[in-house]
């Protein structure tokens, strides 16, 4: 069961990762899509997968919401941090939280360097956002290949 979960978390990464980099937008057909999947497969596993999945989504929810309400990342990003931890369960979640956030910091100092590189020739703001929910989800599909 855990190598459909780790396919399946591979599809969603890529996804995301796409619609992420390309659109800066996580669309809520494909979180929709991916929660209902995650539950089916939570509960093929039973009772206690399936308290696992709900208890990632939650911390997965609660992680990034703070961030959300101080508007520092958009729903997107928190909503696929919970629908990860639905998939990947609160174990899997934390290790790939840490990882992606450690991507995105690096990230960020790369964007950074490039903007003052540049210094004002290209001031399309969009062009210089985090696409943080892509980084999470390359992070968790990765993770779950290391566990």
């Known amino acids: ?3 459909v979960r780790v396919i399946f978390l591979w599809v969603f990464a ?3 990762a796409y619609m992420d980099l390309r659109y800066r937008r996580v669309p809520n057909r494909l979180i929709l899509c991916t929660a209902a999947g995650g ?3 939570s509960a093929a596993g039973g009772r206690s997968a399936l308290l696992a ?3 990632g989504m939650a911390l997965g929810f609660l992680l990034l919401f703070p961030a959300f309400l101080l508007h520092m990342v958009g729903g997107g990003d928190v909503k696929s941090l919970a629908v990860i931890g639905l998939v990947a369960g609160p174990g899997l979640l934390w290790s790939s939280f840490i990882r992606g956030a450690a991507a995105a910091g690096l990230v960020a ?3 950074l360097g490039v903007r003052r590189w540049r210094s004002g020739r290209n001031r399309d703001a969009a062009a210089w956002t985090l696409p ?3 980084i999470l989800s390359i992070s968790a599909a990765l993770s779950a290949l290391l566990a």
């Open 14 to 16: 890529a996804a995301a």
């Open 39 to 41: 539950m089916v497969l």
């Open 132 to 134: 943080y929910a892509g």
């Open 1 to 3: 069961m855990w190598t």
């Open 109 to 111: 100092l790369v964007i």
């Open 53 to 55: 999945g709900f208890t």
